[in-house]
Every structure is written in structure tokens, then in C-alpha cells.
């Protein structure tokens, strides 16, 4: 069984960066598309970017183009979002996913499984 643990969320002020981390448990990671979303209150879950299983591969929604870097390190399970520039807009629960398909996808039905979700707040 897969185990997906978010952890980096906060509070910080527009202009601050933030990274929030997702660490895999349970199965050879390398075997996984994995990707990011993030989710408002009373939305649709909304995709951020996801990063092909050797990392050589990325998208990216329009939202965190040329702010967001999405990235992974085999060898630690763990895979990244790296944050710049943040506005209040990005105000919201983060998620990652696991996705056992060849291919990176934005659709969320494509992916198995899902962490609990870390929340970031951008604030002034």
C-alpha cells in the first residue's frame, strides 16, 4: 500500500517563497508519475504540476508557470514544490499524488493515491 506525507506547508507574507515536500512510502517509487494539486474550500481540486518517474519530464498548470518548480530525488522517496513569488491567491491546501501510468497527466482521477494534504496561507 501506498503512504503519501506532505509536510513544508505555512503562513508567509505575498512575495515569500515556500517548499513543501511529499515523501512516498510503500512501493518502488520510481514505478510513479507524481504530482501536485491544491484544493480551495467549496472548489474543484486544481492541478499544479506533475513530474514524470526519472524526473525528466514536467508540466505545469498556467497558475505556477515561471513561479513553481516541481521536482523529485529518487533516492530520498521525496518529491518537491518549490514556491516563489507566492500570492494570496495560491492560499490553499496542498496534495500530492501517485500516479502508476507511464505518462504525466493533470487529471486527478488518474492518480491512485493522495496525501492528507499540507495547508499554505499567503497573507498580508
Known amino acids: 500500500q501506498v503512504r503519501l506525507i506532505e509536510s513544508g506547508g505555512g503562513s508567509v507574507h505575498p512575495g515569500d517563497s515556500l517548499r513543501v515536500s511529499c515523501t512516498f512510502y510503500?512501493?518502488?517509487?520510481?514505478?510513479?508519475?507524481m504530482g501536485w494539486f491544491r484544493q480551495v474550500p467549496g472548489m474543484e481540486r486544481e492541478f499544479i504540476a506533475a513530474?514524470?518517474?526519472?524526473?525528466?519530464?514536467?508540466s505545469y498548470a498556467d497558475s505556477g508557470k515561471g513561479r513553481f518548480t516541481i521536482s523529485r530525488d529518487n533516492s530520498k522517496n521525496t518529491m518537491y514544490l518549490q514556491m516563489d513569488d507566492l500570492k494570496p491567491e495560491d492560499t490553499a491546501t496542498y496534495y500530492c499524488?501517485?500516479?502508476?501510468?507511464?505518462?504525466?497527466?493533470?487529471?486527478?482521477?488518474?492518480?491512485?493515491?493522495w496525501g492528507q494534504g499540507t495547508q499554505v496561507t499567503v497573507s498580508s
Open positions: 499524488a501517485a500516479n502508476n501510468d507511464r505518462e504525466i497527466t493533470a487529471r486527478p482521477g488518474a492518480y491512485e493515491y
Open positions: 510503500g512501493r518502488a517509487f520510481t514505478d510513479y508519475v
Open positions: 513530474i514524470a518517474r526519472w524526473g525528466g519530464t514536467t
